[in-house]
Structures are given as C-alpha cells and as structure tokens.
C-alpha cells in the first residue's frame, strides 16, 4: 500500500452565525489522517457538495438535521476514491459517494458508502444530477407535487441545482406550460433558451405576484417552492383550484434573524382547495432506482441538460457556500479538490 498522507485540511464551524455567516464563523484546519480500521475505509475526496440547508445546520436549533458542532468538520455530502481498505466490496481505486464532504481525507465504516461508476457520469454528477439535488427534484415532482401531465408548473431558484431539474423533469413528462423565476437576466435566458422553459422572469426586475401573472395567463396548478416569502403568495394567488405547493426550501429566509411571517393570502387555499406540503429528500430513497434510470436516460438522450459552478481547492469552501446563498451559482455548486 502506498504511504498515506499524515494530515489534510477540513472546515469546522467556530462560531454561530447571527444572520449572514462570516468568514470569522468558520476555520480551515490540518487534522491528521487516520488508517482505516477494521471493515472500514479511508477515501481521497474529490469533490464535494455545499448546500442551502447547511445553513440550517450552523444554528444550535433542533431541525431534521443536527447542528454542526465545533469539534469536529462540517459534513455533507462528497464523492471522492478509495486510497486505503479494509472492507469487504470496495478496494483502492473504487469510488464512492458519502456524507463527509468539507475534508480532504475521511476515514469511515464502508457501509456508509455507496459505490459509483466513474465511466457512467462525471463523478461530480452524483452530487447533483443523479444525487440529492435531482432525486429531490424528481420526488417532488412525481411524489410530493402528484405532477399530472398538462399542469402548468411554475418553478422558483429555477435556475439552481434542484430548480433545473425540477422545471425540465415537468416538460419532458408533459407539462402544459413551464415557468421559472431566477435571480439575474442571464439565468433567465437560459431557462427558456437551453432548458426549454415557456417563459421565466427575473424576480428582482417587479413584484412576483405581477410578472408570475402575466407569465402564466391560465394560472399555475403546481408550484415547486425553493424561495418562500413573495414567491409563495405569488403562487398561491395565481393557483388554479386544486393547486399543488411543494414546500421544498425557502431560501429567501435562511439568514432572517427575525421570524418570518407567512403568506398574507393563505385564506384563498380554502376556497381554491390548494394543497401545500413539505418535503424531505430523505424520505424518498426508495425512488433512486427509477430516478437513475430515468434521469440517465434523459441525460444521454441529450433531453435534461446540466451546469455545475466549480470552486477550486478546499480553501474556496466557504466562500463557494456563501455563493450558493447569494446566487454566483447556476446549477450544482461543487468544489473540486483534484489538484
Ligand atoms: P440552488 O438553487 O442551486 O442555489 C440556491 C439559489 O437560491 C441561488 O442560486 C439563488 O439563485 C437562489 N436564491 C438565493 N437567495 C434568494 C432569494 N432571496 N430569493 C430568491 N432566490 C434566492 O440550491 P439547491 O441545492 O438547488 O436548493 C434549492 C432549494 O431547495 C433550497 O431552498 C434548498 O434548501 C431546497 N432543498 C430542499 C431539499 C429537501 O429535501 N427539502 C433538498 C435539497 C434542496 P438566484 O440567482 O435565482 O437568486
């Protein structure tokens, strides 16, 4: 076995954000690198995911997730080679997705891994298009959102990772009419020019309840929420009866330090009949076969169409984090370590 390294460097949390995190919040380390013990395995990670709910996870609040503590790295998902084993099933040179991402090297019981096919998809794709983020988008469509074909969709952070796919997902499988908000004109453009959107708007550019009604003239029976606030209450007011929300993120408010209060035309869910649901990737694994399949296909077939924002290096972690939730990205945000 070739020598390991002694140490590589990951990202702690050192103190709780209050509102935007600063870069004072955060600490890159050198921690040391262990041999992997018994039915175990040490992995060389090559890229890894930040994401909006990390955000969640810097505060001491009870949610789905647990917080970071400041005695070990920050987590999240990461996709990197195996460098040393002592597991049944993987060997040096295998790849794997896992959920020890914001490190260099992570030691840990191989069960927890899930092996993937380098010459299939980049491997960087198991981050977004065929991971989390898709899979969310799939199963809230199909799942979450009961996506019928003929539904005009409308898609909010449409331009991101899950918004992408989400908006492409309802026109592949029949939609009668797709539409997406994002933050900038360029992203705008590429809904409609590449990913094959109706009409999009670009939200900072006038109320959302106005532009979402002039884009969607026979109103919106599913909306794939990302962003909360105005976003919402556009949807809710342009909602045909029986109009379906899939309460997935609410990006707008991840830094409030203030509540949030809900949408001031709730009272019309009544009379239209509206179903409004959250969801949870996590409940939704037993998907991912039908979702690979499905997804790959459209990838190969040229009909769903990616991009990924690369950072560079671990040392651009944070500030890759921060991109997500100031919108720098289109599309998956990954930071790459394969230099
Ligand atoms: P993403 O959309 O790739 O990145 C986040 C995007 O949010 C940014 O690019 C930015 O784009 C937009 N944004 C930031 N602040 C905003 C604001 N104030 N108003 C409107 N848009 C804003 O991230 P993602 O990973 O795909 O996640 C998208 C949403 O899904 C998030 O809410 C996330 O929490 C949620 N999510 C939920 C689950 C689940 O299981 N429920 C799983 C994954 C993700 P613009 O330039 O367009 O502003």
């Known amino acids: 076995m070739p020598a390991l390294p002694e140490s590589g460097r990951a990202w702690y949390l050192a103190a709780r954000p209050h509102g935007w995190p600063e870069p004072t919040d955060v600490a890159l380390r050198e921690v040391p690198v262990t041999e992997p013990g018994e039915g175990r395995i040490l ?12 955000r969640g996870r810097m505060n001491d609040a009870k949610s789905y997730m647990p917080p970071y503590q400041f005695d070990r790295p920050m987590d999240g ?7 040393a084993s002592r597991a049944e099933g993987l060997a040096v040179g295998d790849h794997v997705v896992h959920g020890l991402g914001w490190r260099e090297y992570a030691e840990f019981p191989a069960e927890r891994a899930v092996k993937v096919d380098a010459s299939l998809a980049p491997l960087s794709a198991y981050l977004g298009v065929l991971g989390s983020t898709g ?36 026109r592949i499988k029949g939609a009668s009419r797709v539409i997406g908000s994002a933050g900038s004109d360029e992203k705008v453009a590429l809904l409609i020019e590449e990913y094959g959107f109706d009409a999009a708007f670009n939200y900072r550019n006038g109320p959302v309840r106005e532009q979402l009604k002039k884009a969607a003239p ?3 029976d599913l909306y794939f929420d990302n962003v909360g606030g105005d976003h919402l209450e556009a949807a809710i007011s342009s909602f ?5 929300a899939v309460l997935c993120g609410a990006i707008a408010q991840y830094n409030n330090t203030e509540p949030t209060p809900g949408p001031r035309n709730l009272a019309l869910a009544t009379g239209k009949r509206l179903r409004l649901q959250g969801m949870l ?15 790959s ?15 560079e290096g671990i040392e651009n972690g944070f500030d890759a984090f921060l991109g997500v939730l100031r919108g720098r990205n289109t599309g998956k945000m990954i930071v790459t370590l394969n230099s």
């Open 43 to 54: 992995v060389r990670n090559l890229h890894f995911s930040v994401d909006p709910y990390m």
């Open 77 to 83: 998902a990461a996709v990197g080679e195996v460098i």
């Open 135 to 170: 899979l969310t988008a799939y199963a809230g469509l199909f799942e979450v959102g009961s996506f019928q074909p003929g539904d005009a969709v409308f898609v909010s952070g449409a331009a991101g990772a899950v918004g992408s796919q989400a908006g492409q997902l309802a």
């Open 218 to 220: 026979d109103g919106v």
């Open 240 to 244: 045909n009866r029986f109009g379906r």
């Open 281 to 295: 990737v996590t409940d939704h694994q037993g998907l991912r076969p039908s979702f690979v399949e499905e997804v």
């Open 297 to 311: 296909g459209w990838l190969a077939s040229g009909e769903l169409k990616y991009h990924e924002t690369v950072a």
